[in-house]
């Protein structure tokens, strides 16, 4: 056992290295930062409950293009009572206008790249 001391220093550099991120945000006051997002244009309220959106807006979109794509229904009665279309530009977009400071916003800082605009269309794109 007379290499304890040593397998310990090492056990408290390994833990120190791998916090490192954690120490080095506090220091910089980073810890807390959460990318400042653009509001709707319109709407109070999403086309589902706003939290539910923040963590599952992914499955949901899956499940749009699925009952799209192939069940050929494409709209659905919001929660207002009044029909819109599943759809990511026409309707998410019509929305979320500004995908820059919403969507990639979030996007970027999370370090997800969706690749569905390489199909998809961006509204503002087309009319630049
Ligand atoms: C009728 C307008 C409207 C439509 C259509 C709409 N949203 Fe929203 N969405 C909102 C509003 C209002 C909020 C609440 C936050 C705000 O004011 O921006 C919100 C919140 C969100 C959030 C949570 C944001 C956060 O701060 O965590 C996500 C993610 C989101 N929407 C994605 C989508 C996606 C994806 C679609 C299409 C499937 C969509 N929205 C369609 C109006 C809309
Ligand atoms: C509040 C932050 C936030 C906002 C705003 C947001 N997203 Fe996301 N989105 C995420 C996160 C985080 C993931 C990755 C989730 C995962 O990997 O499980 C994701 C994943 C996705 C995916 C799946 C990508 C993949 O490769 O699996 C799609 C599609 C998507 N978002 C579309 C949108 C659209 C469209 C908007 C704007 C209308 C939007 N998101 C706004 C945080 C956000
Ligand atoms: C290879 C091209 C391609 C890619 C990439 C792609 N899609 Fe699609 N998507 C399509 C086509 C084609 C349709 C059918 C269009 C129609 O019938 O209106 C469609 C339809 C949809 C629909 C329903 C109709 C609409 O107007 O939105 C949704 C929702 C959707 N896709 C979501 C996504 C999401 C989310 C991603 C990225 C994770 C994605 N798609 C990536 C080609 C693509």
Known sequence: MHNGGKIILGLVIFLILITFPVWYNIAN???GYVPELEKAARGDDCVRDSN???SNHMDLLNEWRDQVV???D???IGPDGVQFERSLSNTCLSCHENKDKFCDKCHDY???QPYCWDCHIVPKEIQQ
Do not use: F, H, I, S
Request: hydrophobic fraction near 25%.
């Open 74 to 76: 494409r709209y659905e």
């Open 70 to 72: 192939r069940e050929n």
């Open 52 to 54: 539910y959106m923040t």
């Open 29 to 31: 006051d980073k810890a």
């Open 110 to 112: 999370m370090g997800v």
